[in-house]
């Protein structure tokens, strides 16, 4: 019988007869994963705290005949603070939503991995602001997808000394304000200044940098219309979890 032992976080939960559940792991060896939780309904199963959405952990699979069945996993870090709080789930099951779409099977994707843990941890942190942890998290990952938008200089010109950028969605960077590189795309959206920086720090900076900054309430809101359309048309769908906390 072949075993896995992988780390990973629950990205997926579904309930499965009585007792049962399937869960989709985001593993660190194996990209996304799929397997059957014998019991993990019942909260006396010890497979139960591992088998949650967003346990991170330590798994061991083994490979039956149509699947992998989860044989034991070890938690790690179960993000209590996450799941007893209806905002910050909101925007965790945001993060998870774009993950799904984003990784494949046997296909491991470590960036992308760091970057949904390290998210969640900013969620628990109460002096971090969900709103800003949820852009960073939207546009590096999709960065880390393959999908960077060219942000370090005009996209047309090339120039990247203090200009007035915009968000060109069609062309996927920044152009500066110059006749020649604005005639590009005139529908590409004027960025101010706080703006156009905060996606170059997003885009580029090193991981244990990525979170250390804050925005202002204007470019906290431009940033978050340029990374929802920028999701939306990369990804080629709407993601719509976060609608949920405007009902609240
Ligand atoms: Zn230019």
Redesign the pocket.
Known sequence: MAFLKTRGIVIKEVGVGEADKIITIFSRNRGRISALVKGGKRPKSKLSAGSQLMSYGEYVLYSGKDMYSVNSCEVLEPFYEIRNDMVRLTYAAHFLDIVMEIIQENQASPKLLQLLLNSLFMLTKAEKIPELVSRIFELRALTTAGYAPHVRS?M??G?EAEKVYSFSFSKCGF??D?ES?ISEDRFAPELSTGTSKAIQHIVHTRMEELFSFNLSDDVLDELGRITKRYLRDRLERDFTKLDFLKSI
Do not use: N, V
């Open positions: 005009c047309i010109c120039c152009i500066c110059r590189c």
